[in-house]
């Protein structure tokens, strides 16, 4: 399971390393194009909002996994153990919502909008609210997965404060890896 796992992961940084490729490709040969030509890629500003809205949503799913976004903690230390648990639970728990919240509201969005084409590229407006649809399935599983750790205390027996559970957290599926 962790290898597959390690391959979902891999290959999201590789389609977020193609979007930036193709963003900057894009961009930078219609700035080209304009200015030495006096003309243009029609569908450049287009496709490349499309891949920064994609690459924002897999680089979040790959942050999220990495336990790289920003998270302030001071009120929660002061805590006993078992108050900080409590609010880490209850952390998983709003980030779920949030997570059902974007994934239904993406689809939603994509229902509405399948038979919609994009003007300058003719592709469906369903493909841009699928960026919504996958963040909200991945990171509502990694979520999961990071509160059955929580709950079953399977952390590991020296996590005593949210910032450990964290740390802890994020090395459960990467042996030996340390983070700051």
Request: contains cysteine; hydrophobic residues 55%; positive net charge.
């Amino acid at each position: 399971m962790k290898r597959i796992v390690d391959l979902y992961f891999k290959l999201l940084k590789l389609l977020i390393v193609l979007c930036m490729l193709a963003m900057v490709v894009l961009v930078f040969g219609n700035v080209v194009l304009r200015y030495a030509f006096n003309s243009g890629i029609s569908v450049s500003e287009e496709l490349s909002r499309w891949f920064f809205v994609w690459m924002i949503f897999l680089g979040s799913i790959v942050a999220l996994k990495d336990r790289a976004h920003l998270g302030m903690d001071s009120l929660v230390k002061r805590l006993p153990p078992l108050g900080q648990r409590a609010c880490l639970v209850a952390g998983h728990m709003l980030s779920l919502f949030i997570c059902w919240l974007i994934f239904s509201g993406s689809w939603q969005q994509a229902v509405i909008n399948l038979d919609v084409v994009a003007p300058a590229s003719g592709l469906s407006m369903a493909l841009f609210y699928g960026a919504g649809l996958v963040f909200g399935a991945s990171a509502a599983v990694i979520i999961v997965y990071e509160l059955y750790l929580v709950l079953f205390d399977k952390r590991g027996e020296d996590v005593n404060d949210v910032g450990e559970a964290i740390k802890q957290t994020a090395q459960h599926g990467n042996p030996g890896r340390t983070r700051p």
